[in-house]
């Protein structure tokens, strides 16, 4: 607490002046142009990642990076949180793009791999099983990329689930058939500090390298 607490006073004293009047432009509302879903683990910052300004992504976190699906009415079937960042974000924000990100190492994925009793922590148990599907596929399909460790191939295996999920609500579903939203899904090596992206033609996730960026970028301006 003492380095967060000194963090705010080194903001205050030597960047605050930088933000000043985007500070005071956000305070007339917000604009994001993403809704960013990302893992609580403290080894991803997303605005660090992806260069971001206060006002660029509006982020949702939750252990595992997970979206719990929708029934045909659109309720969630887990938390109401995930589900209420989900419209505010499509139907008020009218966000243009949604990402998915999981990242290496996840500790979510490592306690839905180990699938040992969790009495100590009956909401943790709960919310992991919105991660079976991709163990299941794990067990039985195999891995988008066996040179990856046990625990990342479930967790990039764990992020198209989630987009699957995330595709199971009626709001969503009619932005993407209108085209006017797009869904991606991302990966963060933390060892090496690279950010992969999925690219559903060859079905492996690939690093957004520069090369990588620009044919996104074309992708998404002929929607």
């Not at 933000?19 to 007339?28: E, G, N, S, T, V």
């Not at 604009?31 to 992806?50: G, K, Y």
């Not at 869904?183 to 033609?201: H, N, P, T, V």
Request: net charge negative; charged share 20%; proline share 5%.
């Amino acid at each position: 607490m003492r380095k967060f607490i000194m963090g705010i006073v080194d903001f205050r004293e030597r960047l605050l002046s930088q933000y000043a009047q985007r500070f005071q432009d956000l305070a007339q509302g917000q604009a994001p142009d993403a809704l960013f879903v990302t893992c609580s683990d403290s080894r991803i910052v997303p605005d660090l990642l992806a260069s971001t300004d206060p006002g660029d992504l509006f982020v949702m976190r939750n252990v595992g990076n997970m979206v719990p699906p929708a029934t045909v009415e659109g309720a969630s079937t887990g938390d109401l949180s995930e589900a209420s960042a989900i419209e505010y974000a499509v139907l008020h924000l009218k966000v243009r793009s949604v990402a998915v990100c999981g990242h290496s190492e996840c500790g979510a994925m490592q306690a839905a791999l180990a699938r040992t009793p969790m009495p100590k922590t009956p909401n943790l148990a709960k919310w992991l099983h919105h991660s079976t599907s991709a163990v299941f596929r794990l067990d039985n399909e195999g891995p988008l990329d066996p040179r990856w460790n046990r625990c990342d191939q479930l967790s990039q295996l764990n992020v198209l689930v989630q987009l699957e999920h995330l595709a199971t609500y009626p709001i969503v579903r009619d932005r993407i058939a209108d085209g006017t939203l797009h869904l991606s899904g991302w990966w963060f090596d933390i060892a090496k500090g690279e950010m992969y992206i999925y690219q559903r033609e060859r079905r492996r996730f690939e690093i957004i390298d520069r090369t990588v960026a620009e044919q996104l970028i074309s992708q998404l301006d002929l929607h």
